[in-house]
Structures are given as structure tokens and as C-alpha cells.
């Protein structure tokens, strides 16, 4: 069984309030990885919509007080350049989105979601079902300035994938990091020492690796997908 890996991450911002933004595919796409999309909007409580074009909501959307944050995942299958996502909320609106791929991946699990004012984040805290499976992390916010950046987790070693505000910091912060665990067990990564206090939705995500059984007389393999959680998708 090959290791879930990292692909690659691509981010869009939209200036001009819309329910359909476009969010640009990251570069690399294989048919059979798993997307994972981060939507934020410097406005509170809107309400997302499920599935759209494809892809489902992984939980619920989080409210901060002054942003809304949701996650959406999809297998990837003949991907384009990018997607539009036709009324994704229901709030015309400015905001951004980061796309995320992984390769040898099945699905995904396990998730939670919440919100935390704050300059540390941790998890929220969930337990994967199997061993092998990568922990993702979010956090989003309407950022007060352009100055927002986090550390990655050390215990455990944690790899920080993308954290920018957009230029002018009127639409959106973005911070993702990851961690391949290696034996399943309850975790809560930790973001650290933001610069500025703010209201963060934040998300925390296990995807569970690809099982390959291989016959010993015929020496073909044949992928079996790991077993995904039952928690409703919204």
C-alpha cells in the first residue's frame, strides 16, 4: 500500500460579489485523487449548498461571527481547468477558495468543524479509522489585516500547504497544513501563533489511503477502497 501523497494546491479570489465563483484546478490532476476544496467568505451564516458540480460537502458550514467557512471533497475524474461552482451559497458575495490534491487516496472521513476566536487553533479533534491516513486541516477568516500567517504543528511534524490573505485583505485568509499518521489514533493539529486575533472557521478532515490486495498465483493487484465514515455530509 503506497502512502497518501501530496499533489499539489491552487488558490482562487473573486472581487466582484457573486453566488458562482470559479475555483481554478491545482496543476497535475490524476483520475482517482482525492480534491479537497476550502471555501471562505468575509460574511456570517451564509448557507452553502450540496453537492455542486460533482463535489459534497464534507459537515457543516461554520459561522464566526463575521465569515463562513465550509469543505467539500471530490474524487477526481476527467478534470478540467477549473470548475464553477453554479450558486454555491446562497449570499452574493466576495471570497476565496483553495483546492487541494492527493494522490493514493480512497476517500474521505472522519471530520469535524468548528469555530475558535483566537491566534491558536487546535483541531478540532477527530480519530481516523485506520492507520495510513492523511489529517487536513483548515482554517479561514475575514482577515483585519495582510499581515496572517501561521506555524505549523511540531508534535506531531505537520506540513504547512498554503496560508496567504489576499492582496488588500478585503476577501479572504487561508491556512491548510497536513499530517500522515501513520497509526490511527484521536488527533487535534495545532495552528499556531497567528498574527492577528481573529475569528477563525476551522475544519479538520482524515483521508483514508487506497488498499491494494495483490494474488500471490496471478501476481495482479486489485484496489480496494478503506471504509468511510457514516457521518451525515452536512
Not at 197 to 208: K, M, N, R, Y
Request: proline share 5%.
Amino acid at each position: 500500500m503506497a502512502d497518501i501523497a501530496f499533489r499539489s494546491v491552487q488558490r482562487s479570489v473573486w472581487t466582484s460579489a457573486t453566488v458562482s465563483p470559479v475555483a481554478t484546478a491545482p496543476s497535475g490532476i490524476v483520475d482517482g485523487d482525492v480534491l479537497l476544496m476550502f471555501v471562505t467568505l468575509p460574511d456570517n451564516a451564509v448557507t452553502f449548498n450540496t453537492p455542486v458540480a460533482g463535489w459534497s460537502r464534507i459537515g457543516a458550514a461554520v459561522s464566526t461571527g463575521d465569515s463562513t467557512t465550509a469543505l467539500y471533497w471530490k474524487k477526481a475524474s476527467s478534470e478540467g481547468a477549473s470548475w464553477t461552482m453554479t450558486s454555491l451559497y446562497g449570499t452574493s458575495t466576495t471570497g476565496g477558495i483553495v483546492v487541494l490534491a492527493y494522490s493514493n487516496a480512497a476517500s474521505v472521513t472522519n471530520w469535524n468543524q468548528t469555530n475558535t476566536s483566537g491566534t491558536n487553533l487546535s483541531g478540532p479533534s477527530i480519530t481516523p479509522p485506520i492507520d495510513g491516513c492523511m489529517i487536513v486541516q483548515f482554517a479561514g477568516c475575514d482577515p483585519s489585516d495582510d499581515t496572517q500567517d501561521f506555524t505549523a504543528d511540531t508534535s506531531p511534524a505537520a506540513t504547512k500547504r498554503y496560508s496567504e490573505t489576499d492582496t488588500g485583505y478585503n476577501y479572504a485568509y487561508i491556512g491548510v497544513q497536513d499530517y500522515l499518521q501513520t497509526t490511527a489514533a484521536a488527533i487535534a493539529l495545532d495552528m499556531g501563533t497567528f498574527g492577528t486575533l481573529e475569528a477563525f472557521g476551522h475544519h479538520q478532515v482524515a483521508i483514508t489511503p487506497e488498499i491494494t490486495h495483490r494474488d500471490t498465483n496471478s501476481g495482479t493487484g486489485t484496489t480496494i477502497s478503506a471504509p468511510t465514515d457514516t457521518q451525515p455530509g452536512d
